[in-house]
T-cell receptor, first 114, second 113 residues
Framework: AQSVSQHNHHVILSEAASLELGCNYS??????LFWYVQYPGQHLQLLLK??????LVKGIKGFEAEFIKSKFSFNLRKPSVQWSDTAEYFC????????????FGTGTRLQVTL | GAGVSQSPSNKVTEKGKDVELRCDPI?????LYWYRQRLGQGLEFLIY????????KSGLPSDRFSAERTGESVSTLTIQRTQQEDSAVYLC???????????FGPGTRLTVL
């Protein structure tokens, strides 16, 4: 069965700092990869997704993620965070061509200070 | 358009009672999923419906859990004889088709006393 690891459980950054959140998955086949964000008091929203093609994907609000197949990684990045990026971030994966339930990581809580 | 809606938003129940949670997917979405998020943990898959196919129930933690979906519309998740460990946020998601991105509802926070 596939699994997803998010190594950073809680990250605290000052505004304008750069962000990188790690995500590694274990699965031998082809996968779709996702980052979801949950802002305080709101429901999960899709931040960005990778199905195929260019391994560098751009999402909303200036976020991007790079799929590195050899490392089974899909790290999330943002060059300059804002206070409004304070949220919980979840990495998720599902194998392509099969039942498409998502396997989620445990999430990373990002706190951006002014 | 309208997103995924869930009701109730909060449910407090006593141990041993049955509860029913409801999900209204986005219109036209053929796939519907239920997940559970316990405090401090990631989302845990429970069950998946795709059109008229047999549901994938592989994530249901016990036979106290069941779910139904009528066609491509509303789904209900039922938990019988609730236990304290069932306390969690229950999330519903829908997608246009299997393998496509999933859109999540706001969740139902279940507290079992």
């Amino acid at each position: 069965a596939q699994s997803v690891s998010q190594h950073n459980h809680h990250v605290i950054l000052s505004e304008a700092a750069s962000l990188e959140l790690g995500c590694n998955y274990s699965y031998g086949g082809t996968v779709n990869l996702f980052w979801y964000v949950q802002y305080p008091g709101q429901h999960l929203q899709l931040l960005l997704k990778y199905f195929s093609g260019d391994p560098l994907v751009k999402g909303i609000k200036g976020f991007e993620a790079e799929f590195i197949k050899s490392k089974f990684s899909f790290n999330l990045r943002k060059p300059s965070v804002q206070w409004s990026d304070t949220a919980e971030y979840f990495c998720a994966v599902n194998p392509t061509g099969t039942a498409s339930k998502l396997t989620f990581g445990t999430g990373t809580r990002l706190q951006v200070t002014l | 358009g309208a997103g995924v809606s869930q009701s109730p938003s909060n449910k407090v129940t006593e141990k041993g009672k049955d509860v029913e949670l409801r999900c209204d997917p986005i219109s036209g979405h053929t796939a519907l999923y239920w997940y559970r998020q316990r405090l401090g943990q990631g989302l845990e898959f429970l069950i998946y419906f795709q059109g008229n196919s047999a549901p994938d129930k592989s994530g249901l933690p016990s036979d106290r859990f069941s779910a139904e979906r009528t066609g491509e519309s509303v789904s209900t998740l039922t938990i019988q004889r609730t236990q304290q460990e069932d306390s969690a946020v229950y999330l519903c998601a829908s997608s246009l088709d299997r393998g496509r991105e999933q859109f999540f509802g706001p969740g139902t926070r279940l507290t079992v006393l």
